[in-house]
């Protein structure tokens, strides 16, 4: 059974920072990609950074240049770091995977950007 877990959300003034973490169980993980989706409140869910199984990564624009993605095959999770928090980073953030043709998705971490 596979399964997708969050962590690392929470409250944070803005300009700071925060890391989530994934840990992934039931698939071999290092074949893997894998990525970070968030959700704001009347938004449809958007991508924001994904990291294939070699490595590669790719950013929405709107976080180029403060978010990294990042992976570690040996603890079967994925990582985002996130820098230079701004108030419209607020949203719930999702781990998520294409394994077999399924999508999986984790249950979500809140983040809320706010002084």
């Known amino acids: 059974q596979v399964q997708l877990v969050e962590s690392g959300g929470g409250l944070v003034q803005p300009g700071g920072s925060l890391r989530l973490s994934c840990a992934a169980s039931?698939?071999?993980?290092?074949?893997?990609?894998m990525n970070w989706y968030r959700q704001a409140p009347g938004n449809q869910r958007e991508l924001v950074a994904k990291i294939t199984s070699g490595g590669r990564t790719n950013y929405a624009d709107s976080v180029k240049g403060r978010f990294t993605i990042s992976r570690d095959n040996a603890k079967n999770t994925v990582y985002l770091q996130m820098n230079s928090l701004k108030p419209e980073d607020t949203a719930v953030y999702y781990c998520?995977?294409?394994?077999?043709?399924?999508?999986?998705w984790g249950q979500g971490t809140q983040v809320t950007v706010s002084s």
């Open positions: 039931g698939i071999a993980f290092s074949m893997y990609a």
């Open positions: 998520h995977s294409v394994v077999a043709g399924i999508l999986y």
